[in-house]
Structures are given as C-alpha cells and as structure tokens.
C-alpha cells in the first residue's frame, strides 16, 4: 500500500473522467429534502456530497438495487425469453468506513449456502470503490461494533486533511486509476492532520453499546419481538412490494396490451428494506422509541456524556 495526497480540485478531476468512462454511483443530496443524503447515479461531479453523515439509501442500493431488470419477452413468443443483465463496470466513490463494513457482510450474506447471482454479478461489476472517512454524529456506534476504521473492499481510502486527502491506495486497481491524478508527497505535518481527524473521530463517537457484538444477537433473540419490531415486521411484509412485480410498458390502469409489445419485468423491492448498515438502521429507530421498546431491555444502549468540542 502506498499513500499521497490530492488536493480537492484534482479529486474532482478524477471523477469527472470516470463519469466519461461509465456509471459511478455516490451521495447526492435530496433536492427537496436539503441536508437528507441517498446513494445513486452521478451524472456530474457537482452532485458528489463529500461531507455527509449518513444516506438515506445506502451503496447497498449499486449492487442490491431496488428496482431491477430480470427478463424480457415477447407475447407472441414466450420460448425467447431474455435474461437482462449489465455487466458494465461500475464505480462507487463517497462510502464511509461503516458502509464498506456492511458491503463485506452482504458479501458474505448473499454467498453463503444459496448465493445470490443477481447480487454477486452486480457485486462484480465493482471495478473501483473510492471510500472517505467521516465525522459522526450523536446516533453514530461505529467504536462499538469495530467499523469506524474498516477499510474493506476499498481500492482508494481518503483522509481529509487541510491540504485536500491523504489517500490510501490500497489495489493495484487503484494505483491504476489515480495513474492520471497529480499527486502530492505526504509531509509530516500531512500525517499528523490524519492522525488528529481519526483521534478527533473516535472522540465525538458518544453513543455506545453496553454490550459487545458477539452478545448482540443472543440479547435480540430473548427479547423476541418487542412491540416495535413486530410494527415494522407488519408493515413490510403485509405491503406486498417486497415480491411485486410490475410490466413497465402497461399502462396505470394495469390493463394488459394484446399486441407483440415487448415486456420487460422488474422486480420491486420495497425502499424501506434499506438492509446493508445494521447498526445505522437501530440509530435510526433509536430516535423514534425507548430502549426498552427496543430490546426489551434498558440497559443495551447508553449515552456517554454529550461530545463538546
């Protein structure tokens, strides 16, 4: 592994030219939602959110999408059915350390026993993964379940610094891509800024659990579903769009056309099933109810004095 730094405007540079060369999916903010954050498809560098905390839709969604292609047929000739796929290379930029934790667990996840090949040919696809570190906020549990420095499947980890990032090329595939990026020398003093982001960090890491991760599971298991896990398990699966599957070519009223149309059939997976970050998912619902509600347990989650700077 080697290291250097890229000041910002380079760094926009380089995603510029990987737009030209294919996808690239990574945080943008909500247009009608400012300070709400999602994975998807850039269509230019402007869109790229550096800075973010959290996304409401995780990378997760590059590999695992929610609205999918699956085949395409003809009514008159039901013996030719196509399978859709792309093999397209793609490029995801802008996870943070938590996120490509969570892309190495669904890796697991979805080849383990019965693998999913819908998942590990788009998981494929993922000719480069640009990550960055992040600043937490006071829902953030990352030093409790060990992902606050993870580095993972990333090919390129960027630090930022006064000077721009300090970036980790960890791949050959990174070394390759950053081939055509003006690199600085790392100086002593570029050290000692990462060394201080990554301590400042940790530091403003408040939430914490009161157990370990190994125990984790064991304490959800007793507690069976508590009343606010029963309510979400209701609502996803009495909703139906877990398995729904639409004609994208049939019209609102749902009528079925009788000529040679070609159909295409998707597969729809309810946005609320943002599955990828598990540990995001219970700061999220730890907003909303008691810990008790929760776990059935008060003691599994507890605040450390408020971080002041």
């Not at 230019?44 to 085949?71: G, I, M, N, Q």
Request: some cysteine; hydrophobic content about 35%; overall charge negative.
């Amino acid at each position: 592994m080697s290291i250097c730094v890229v000041e910002d405007g380079e760094l926009n540079s380089l995603i510029r030219r990987l737009l030209q060369q294919g996808p690239v999916m990574g945080p943008k903010e909500r247009k009608q939602q400012p300070g709400f954050y999602y994975f998807d498809w850039l269509s230019s560098p402007d869109e790229l959110v550096w800075d973010y905390v959290s996304t409401t839709l995780p990378p997760k969604k590059a590999f695992f999408p929610p609205r999918e292609p699956f085949l395409e047929f003809s009514r008159t000739d039901l013996a030719n059915i196509r399978s859709m796929t792309d093999e397209d290379p793609l490029v995801l930029v802008g996870v943070h350390p938590c996120d490509l934790a969570a892309i190495e667990q669904l890796d697991i996840a979805y080849s383990d026993n019965i693998a999913d090949g819908r998942y590990l040919a788009n998981r494929a696809r993922a000719s480069v993964i640009i990550d960055v570190d992040c600043w937490p906020d006071e829902y953030c549990l990352c030093t409790s379940v060990g992902t606050e420095q993870a580095r993972g499947p990333s090919d390129l980890f960027l630090t930022p610094i006064p000077r721009g990032y300090l970036v980790e090329v960890r791949t050959p595939r990174g070394k390759e891509v950053l081939a055509d990026t003006a690199q600085l020398a790392v100086t002593q003093q570029d050290e000692v800024d990462t060394a201080h982001f990554r301590r400042e960090k940790e530091r403003r890491i408040t939430a914490k659990l009161n157990t370990t991760v190994e125990q984790f599971a064991n304490i959800l298991a007793e507690a069976g579903l508590t009343e606010v896990w029963q309510k979400v398990a209701d609502r996803c699966y009495s909703c139906g769009s877990l398995w729904t599957t639409e004609n994208e070519n049939t019209p609102a009223s749902r009528s079925v056309a009788t000529d040679d149309t070609r159909v295409t059939w998707r597969c729809l997976f309810s946005p609320r099933l943002r599955m990828g970050r598990c540990h995001c998912a219970l700061a999220a619902t730890q907003r909303r109810h008691t810990h008790t509600d929760i776990f059935g347990t008060p003691d599994i989650l507890v605040h450390h004095s408020p971080y002041t700077p």
